[in-house]
């Protein structure tokens, strides 16, 4: 109890430190809670097992997030808003296996290792993407729909992308997944044209709930999280679960409270996702090759920029929203992480390349705010010339 104690009371310190200079700063809280992780990496493992359970923590984080976006997410009466997102994503999509390929020709990888790199540039981070938009109050504009819905087909594409791992691997396909994926797909559809008609759903037991705060917080985990393990059992990401709930459960006017019951869930867990993204970086591996680290990391911001500018201007988007479009979409994904990490364990990827795929994953995190504003200015730039 007493290291217990002293971990989570030492990670607090941290973070209200950090936080504190970034407020002053005006950066956002996400940079505090990586940083924090960075810094607590060579003390939290005298204290703590492992960073394993702080990772598995910060999963949850990843859950409470998506299921607020979809509480506050508009699904859209237009079919353009619907299609034009799953256009951008299978032309992202090529361009990233594309440039993939030229890397891996440059550098003379293996096939396995082109597969990994692929997942790195086809996936970003939902969490950091989709805090951002609602910070900025750009989630229900058209914009902000486009970009986030792209985001939640990634989040399905992480089925069939650790498949193709899984084959490389062992050379067996699971039919049975598969299928289940696919079936989810077809229930997710369904699900979004219920919610798209605009009709706030009733429910008969809504008044059991009222004015009983304790049951209004065990239903809201329930739902939260039992959706998540749902979508997890049929071969999708948790993360797509807790989105539908939340979409489902913001167009239920009686359980308007649900927001405010877990509100406090979600910061904190959302603070140990970042932390253990900070967790998992090398300080060492780092520091022994800084010119590799930081060279690749630019690498990746400015192709993942410009294969994503080029697609939202595809798509008939000025060039400031295009380039703003690939700011948001520069860095890599915790899907990526999380791919990279199973493709290690099956020994398709050695330790450095592990290593310095994280390393990239997490500097891109941290410089994604930073390089979001660069870009902007630059396309302002670009208007007034």
Wanted: overall charge positive.
């Amino acid at each position: 109890m007493d290291t217990t104690l002293v971990s989570v009371s030492l990670i607090c310190l941290v973070v209200l430190l950090i936080i504190m200079l970034l407020k002053r700063m005006q950066q956002p809280y996400l940079i505090a809670y990586i940083t924090a992780g960075i810094a607590l990496r060579p003390l939290i493992g005298n204290l703590l097992a492992g960073t394993a359970e702080i990772q598995r923590i910060g999963e949850l984080g990843l859950l409470f997030l998506m299921f607020f976006l979809g509480m506050e997410m508009h699904v859209p009466n237009k079919r353009s808003l619907l299609l034009k997102p799953v256009i951008a994503q299978m032309i992202k999509t090529v361009l990233s296996v594309v440039f993939a390929l030229l890397v891996g020709w440059l550098l003379q990888l293996s096939i396995d290792y082109i597969v990994v790199l692929s997942m790195l540039f086809v996936f970003n981070s939902t969490a950091i993407v989709g805090d951002y938009l609602q910070k900025n109050n750009q989630l229900t504009t058209a914009f902000g729909i486009i970009v986030l819905n792209m985001l939640l087909l990634q989040d399905v594409l992480l089925a069939p992308a650790l498949t193709v791992l899984r084959f490389l691997s062992t050379g067996e396909i699971s039919i049975i997944r598969l299928t289940g994926a696919v079936f989810a797909c077809v229930v997710i559809y369904l699900l979004l044209k219920v919610v798209r008609n605009g009709r706030m759903i009733k429910l008969p037991f809504a008044h059991f709930f009222d004015n009983d705060h304790d049951l209004q917080l065990f239903f809201g985990l329930f739902i939260c999280l039992g959706f998540g393990l749902l979508a997890e059992s049929v071969g999708l990401t948790s993360a797509i679960g807790s989105f539908l709930a939340g979409m489902l459960i913001g167009r239920i006017k009686d359980l308007y409270w649900l927001e405010h019951s877990l509100r406090p869930f979600r910061i904190f867990f959302v603070a140990f996702f970042f932390m253990s993204i900070g967790l998992q970086l090398d300080i060492h591996y780092i520091a022994e090759h800084p010119a590799l680290v930081l060279i690749a990391t630019l690498l990746v911001l400015l192709s993942n920029s410009l294969l994503s500018a080029i697609v939202f201007r595809l798509l008939h988007f000025n060039w400031e929203e295009s380039f703003y479009a690939g700011a948001l979409l520069a860095h890599t994904g915790e899907f990526g992480i999380l791919a990279c990490s199973l493709a290690h364990s099956m020994g398709l990827i050695d330790t450095p390349f592990f290593k310095a795929a994280i390393a990239i994953t997490g500097l891109t995190f941290l410089l994604s705010t930073t390089w979001i504003k660069i870009l902007q200015r630059f396309a302002r730039f670009q208007r007034t010339v």
